[in-house]
């Protein structure tokens, strides 16, 4: 029987153990934590966002974009939801989101492992990859923190640098897969806040509108949604969309970017200035504040007003029409200047690692044969909504049927 040895028993290495052990292979997991599956147990707020209807290989970036297609079709959303199933987990779709219908990510952390378990996968806590060598006579000698194994073949599932503390995600594989002739490529923290050095920005608490963020310096980018402003810079889905972007073209030309807010992002020009008209008309003899008030939280037209110079309390009048018209033009436009992004700690997952170039399509390694990586380890990161899972789910799959030689 051919023996599998998996390092990290996340969501991508306990889907490729679980693959690879129904395929009849005796499969080892080695997990550095104390429990498999820890992520797992943090993801969507605690409540697991699986995967996600709207899905195609355009919501990642990856070294090879052209084989994210392929991988998708051998394993994407329905095998995903048939998968959970296989393991008990109910799910349901919150617009196109998947989630499992306990609204608890333990939920597939737990069936997770019990599968692991009823299948009879060795699975073993507390140990450490240290290091992979191939043998002459096929195979490869696996040394952990607890000793040394042998397998027919590796899955390395160690993860990426993304995450708190406690999920142990501390980039560990990639020198292993450096020192294995893979290539990997540069790691920034993707899916995360961005940060500002402006000090008029509102609220350590926060401030919520729905916004179009603009970044010029790269090619443009936009995202739509709901932009959280705080005292030290902005987040939310939309700025985390674009985070891993930036993270890259901030770490590479050791700059700032600037992001440009437009608080009315569904407005077309013409909606636009209908909309100042009716404010302006409703004006006169109120304060500035008290118009921004009808258009904004208060905290951001206050930031707005003080940008512009402009005392909150100024009643408006006739000679302060104009005035009132570039505060209101504004909205389309606030700048917030982007300095860095948060750590790797506070990030969802890893943008670069291990070079898909030296991957084969069943993500083995070109340069040593018999060694496959999978999930985050690997130089692919998705946009936030259930994608990265995803990925570690079709990874896993991908390289446990291979490994099994299946
Ligand atoms: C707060 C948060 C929320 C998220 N929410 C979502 C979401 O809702 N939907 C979504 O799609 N994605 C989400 N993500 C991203 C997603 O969790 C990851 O992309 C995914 O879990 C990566 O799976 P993985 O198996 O590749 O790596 P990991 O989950 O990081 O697993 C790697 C495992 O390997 C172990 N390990 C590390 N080094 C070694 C070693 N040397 N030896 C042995 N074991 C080792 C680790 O302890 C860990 O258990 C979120 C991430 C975070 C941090």
């Given at each position: 029987?051919i023996t599998i ?189 961005l940060l500002s ?148 700690a506070s990030s ?59």
């Open positions: 029987m040895l998996i390092a990290g028993a996340g969501a991508s290495g306990m889907c490729a153990a679980i693959t690879a052990a129904r395929q009849g292979a005796h499969v080892i997991l080695l997990e550095k934590n104390d429990i498999a599956g820890k992520k797992i147990s943090m993801t969507g707020n605690g409540r697991c966002n699986i995967t996600n209807e709207a899905m195609s290989a355009s919501c990642y970036n990856l070294s090879a974009q052209g084989k994210m297609e392929g991988w998708l079709q051998r394993f994407g959303v329905a095998k995903t939801l048939e998968f959970m199933k296989s393991l008990g987990v109910v799910t349901q779709s919150e617009e196109g989101y998947i989630y499992p219908i306990s609204g608890q990510a333990v939920t597939v952390q737990n069936a997770m492992i019990d599968e692991v378990v009823r299948l009879g996968v060795e699975y073993i806590t507390g140990q450490q990859l240290k290091k992979i060598t191939p043998v002459d006579d096929g195979g490869f000698e696996v040394k952990t923190t607890g000793g040394l194994y042998k397998a027919d073949k590796v899955i390395i599932a160690t993860g990426g640098l993304s995450g708190p503390k406690s999920t142990m995600s501390t980039g560990d594989s990639y020198y292993i897969a450096k020192s294995l002739g893979m290539n990997v490529t540069k790691t920034y923290p993707a899916l995360v806040s050095d402006d000090k008029d920005l509102p609220s350590k608490y926060g401030v919520r509108m729905m916004a179009g963020i603009r970044i010029k310096e790269i090619e443009d980018l936009y995202e739509y949604g709901e932009v959280q402003i705080t005292s030290k810079g902005i987040s939310g889905i939309p700025v985390l969309q674009l985070s891993g972007r930036v993270a890259q073209y901030m770490a590479d030309n050791k700059g700032t970017v600037t992001a440009f807010l437009d608080f009315f992002p569904t407005y077309s020009d013409d909606d636009f200035t209908n909309m100042k008209k009716d404010i302006i008309e409703v004006s006169r003899g109120k304060t500035y504040i008290q118009v921004l008030d009808g258009i904004s939280n208060h905290l951001i037209g206050l930031m707005i007003l003080s940008r512009l110079g402009i005392k909150e309390d100024t009643v408006i009048d006739a000679n302060s029409i104009d005035d009132l018209e570039r505060v209101i033009d504004n909205y389309r436009n606030v700048r917030i200047n982007i300095v860095a992004t948060s750590d790797y969802q997952v890893t943008k670069g690692g291990v070079d898909l170039n030296d991957l084969t399509d069943d993500l083995e390694s070109v340069h040593t044969p018999g060694v496959y990586v999978v999930g985050e380890l690997a130089d692919v990161d998705g946009r936030c909504g259930g994608y990265n899972l995803q990925w570690a789910f079709t990874s896993g799959y991908i390289a446990g049927m291979a490994a099994a030689g299946r």
